[in-house]
Structure formats: C-alpha cells, structure tokens
C-alpha cells in the first residue's frame, strides 16, 4: 500500500511543477497584451474583412463547382490504364481479382 501513496504523491508533485509555471506564463502573457493603436487597428480590420471575403468566395467557388450544372463533365474511358493507376500495382502484387484472391485462401 505504501508504494502506491509515494507514487500518487510523486505524480502529483510533477503535476503542480509544470502547471505551476504554465499558468504563471499564460497570465503573463494575457496580461501584458497591450490594445492596438490606430493603425494596428486598421490593419486588423483589413485582414479580418480579407478573410471574410476568402471564406465568402471559396465557399461559393464549391458551391459553383459541386453543383451538377458547374461540374466539368467528361466522359471517362473504361480502357484507359492511367484512370486505373493502383490495377498495375495489384496485377504485379499477382492479385488478379478479389474472387481469386479470396478462392485460393
């Protein structure tokens, strides 16, 4: 019984010695966070619109290009080995297919 108590006061002295520190050193730094200065301000709201306006485009680019009238549509040949790249891979591994895979286990 006793290793067990020194061992939960270990692990609980190596707890208080880092969040000890941690919390003096994020209280640190959200208390020294000074407010912008007009410019600073300026640039914030810059940057904040800027990201708004990505998000805004990029979501409607998706929407655009997801939508069945704004997908590109090409037809795709059955036979063409580069629409296939992982059937080499599996025909040099020597699995022809799954039913032969699966009949010879």
Same mark, same amino acid.
């Given at each position: 019984?006793?290793?067990?108590?020194?061992?939960?006061?270990?692990?609980?002295?190596?707890?208080?010695?880092?969040?000890?520190?941690?919390? #003096?050193?994020?209280?640190?730094? /959200?208390? %020294?966070? &000074?407010?912008?200065?007009?410019?600073?301000?300026?640039? $914030? @709201?810059?940057?904040?619109?800027?990201?708004?306006?990505?998000?805004?485009?990029? #979501?409607?680019?998706?929407?655009? /290009?997801? %939508?069945? &009238?704004?997908?590109?549509?090409?037809?795709?040949?059955? $036979? @063409?080995?580069?629409?296939?790249?992982?059937?080499?891979?599996?025909?040099?591994?020597?699995?022809?297919?799954?039913?032969?895979?699966?009949?010879?286990?």
């Amino acid at each position: 019984m006793r290793p067990i108590v020194a061992l939960l006061g270990l692990v609980t002295a190596m707890l208080v010695g880092v969040a000890a520190p941690l919390g #003096a050193i994020v209280t640190a730094g /959200l208390l %020294s966070r &000074q407010p912008l200065s007009a410019a600073g301000a300026e640039v $914030n @709201d810059h940057l904040t619109g800027l990201d708004q306006y990505i998000r805004l485009a990029e #979501a409607d680019r998706m929407r655009v /290009l997801q %939508s069945p &009238q704004g997908a590109l549509r090409e037809p795709i040949d059955p $036979n @063409d080995r580069g629409a296939r790249p992982f059937t080499v891979g599996a025909f040099a591994a020597g699995v022809g297919s799954v039913s032969s895979t699966l009949s010879s286990s």
